[in-house]
């Protein structure tokens, strides 16, 4: 009596694909970057806020979509309203007299709309 080994048939095992690591490097360097500029040149107060918001914004990249792409229209769509509003506001705040923060946190920096980079 011969035995019949049934064998199931290979599955394909689909492997998530891995981020490539090169614009998650880039991206944390300017993150420094602009943290290490910040802290030198903006008020400290203000300097501290946009640090930790720069750093938890790039953990929640790392978390999320660099890790699990999406890939819709919808999304880059809303990222560049996003991107659009922020231009406005910022737009806003530096013909608005933004430089006032200084006086609002009582920073001993200072701060002009007239400061060369």
Known sequence: MASTVQRAAPRSVESKPRPEKLSGVIVGVLVIGFSGWALTTLPIQPAIILTAAG???????????????????????????????????????YTGGFPQIVDLFDSPRDWSNSRSC
Do not use: D, N
């Open 55 to 93: 750093a938890l914004t790039y953990l929640g990249w790392i978390f999320t979509t660099y890790t699990h792409p999406v890939k819709s229209r919808k999304v880059i769509a809303t990222y560049l309203i996003a991107v659009a509003f922020q231009l406005i506001h910022m737009a806003e705040e």
